[in-house]
């Protein structure tokens, strides 16, 4: 497969409105300034019928700065792993942007407005791409369906079962 290009399924000449779900680990965070160590991604239409291959890649990590141990310990994502087989930033940012910039495309994750775009922008403003224009060109939009999972906990909580912690000697959900 072509490091530069996504799956052919999953950029096509998709007329019809599609959903790529996404999410980024990094090397901390701070989408200011830590990097992008993974990104993974899948195409569905709009009643969440994945229409695309999945897409998983790493990023190389940068010479100039350490990840952050505990980023490694969540993730499981090593330097030595994300070195060898991971694209350059330029082929990373390259890569995603492609997947984000087809016609038509709402791009969603959970909590995306506060970190995973972000993520993005900053990707794609060091790497030289507009890093909005994903976001509104071609039919182009953003979700993020945090405060979705949010209300559905607060108005109905029993259609879900959700995982829980004790904390304070409270149950929370974790």
Not at 128 to 153: H, K, L, T
């Amino acid at each position: 497969m072509d490091k530069m290009k996504p799956n052919s399924s999953s950029q096509n000449t998709i007329k019809q409105p599609t959903i790529f779900w996404h999410d980024y680990e990094t090397w901390g965070i701070s989408p200011k300034v830590d990097k992008p160590s993974q990104f993974a991604g899948i195409r569905t239409d709009l009643d969440l019928n994945i229409i695309g291959e999945p897409e998983m890649f790493y990023c190389q990590p940068p010479q100039d700065c350490l990840p952050q141990p505990e980023a490694c310990l969540v993730t499981g994502i090593t330097p030595q792993k994300a070195e060898r087989e991971g694209l350059t930033e330029a082929e990373f940012a390259n890569r995603i942007n492609a997947l984000f910039s087809v016609p038509n495309t709402c791009v969603a994750g959970y909590n995306n407005i506060r970190f995973d775009d972000e993520v993005s922008r900053y990707l794609f403003y060091r790497n030289f791409f507009d890093p909005y224009a994903r976001e509104w060109q071609n039919g182009n939009s953003r979700w993020d369906i945090i405060d979705m999972v949010r209300a559905c906990y607060a108005l109905r909580p029993e259609g879900i079962n959700w995982p829980t912690i004790e904390r304070n000697g409270e149950q929370v959900v974790s």
